[in-house]
């Protein structure tokens, strides 16, 4: 069994940064694309930057140029790099990750999410 936990979210005014971190655990054996989506209320989950274990970057429009994804791949993390945030940044950030578990099981998993509030 595997699992993400997400942590860095909080409350930023607009043009602030934060950087969001996704942590994988469990019986893993190799992690492929970890993938970070957002969900404002209202609205469909959507796809803001992912990132494959080739190492190949892909992002929303709308966050190019300000949000950045890494990896560490010592500590299965991935990370979300957010600067010049704006109010239509607020969401449910979620960390999503293709995981190829110890027993070959290949399983697509979702963190619990955490919260980002950009306001004045």
């Known amino acids: 069994q595997v699992q993400l936990v997400e942590s860095g979210g909080g409350l930023v005014q607009p043009g602030g940064s934060l950087r969001l971190s996704c942590a994988a655990s469990?019986?893993?054996?190799?992690?492929?694309?970890m993938d970070w989506y957002r969900q404002a209320p209202g609205k469909e989950r959507e796809l803001v930057a992912e990132?494959?274990?080739?190492?190949?970057?892909n992002y929303a429009d709308s966050v190019k140029g300000r949000f950045t994804i890494s990896r560490d791949n010592a500590k299965n993390t991935v990370y979300l790099q957010m600067n010049n945030l704006k109010p239509e940044d607020t969401a449910a950030y979620y960390c999503n990750a293709v995981i190829v578990q110890t027993s070959r099981i290949i399983s697509s998993v979702w963190g619990q999410g955490t919260q980002v509030t950009v306001s004045s």
């Open positions: 469990g019986s893993i054996f190799s992690i492929e694309a």
């Open positions: 990132l494959t274990s080739a190492g190949s970057t």
